[in-house]
Nanobody
Framework: VQLQAYGGGLVQTGDSQTLSCAASGRTFSSVGMAWFRQAPGKEREFVAAISRNRGSTWYADSMKGRFTISRDNAKLTVFLQMNSLKPEDTAVYYC?????????????????????WGQGTQVTVSS
């Protein structure tokens, strides 16, 4: 699976932004998808995931209620809608895919659970 993330940019505190990740190379509906992020000087962290079958969604605690992950299997794309953005949301956002786990009932939040990665898109939230 090849992944291409886009939609990042510079926004202000409180703004909303939607990231997209376009997939190609194999059947998109057969992979679980996720977003991770990496802030300067910090380790990459889990943001959200969506399962491949039921569309179950999972979020890191700090993103619950502000971020929404969704997928459009017809368009081979996963989205991350981010609302009420804060300066601490500034990071490079990566999309990832896994064909090892369906995640319908159990989330996968570790980087090693994902075997396909996009190149990342920078999101900067100014205060």
């Amino acid at each position: 699976v090849q992944l291409q993330a886009y939609g990042g940019g510079l926004v202000q505190t409180g703004d909303s932004q939607t990231l997209s990740c376009a997939a190609s190379g194999r059947t998109f509906s057969s992979v679980g998808m996720a977003w991770f992020r990496q802030a300067p000087g910090k380790e990459r962290e889990f943001v959200a995931a969506i399962s491949r079958n039921r569309g179950s969604t999972w979020y890191a605690d700090s993103m619950k209620g502000r971020f929404t992950i969704s997928r459009d299997n017809a368009k081979l794309t996963v989205f991350l809608q981010m609302n009420s953005l804060k300066p601490e949301d500034t990071a490079v956002y990566y999309c990832a895919a896994t064909d090892r786990y369906h995640m319908d009932f159990v989330p996968r939040t570790l980087q090693r659970d994902y075997n396909y990665w996009g190149q990342g898109t920078q999101v900067t939230v100014s205060s």
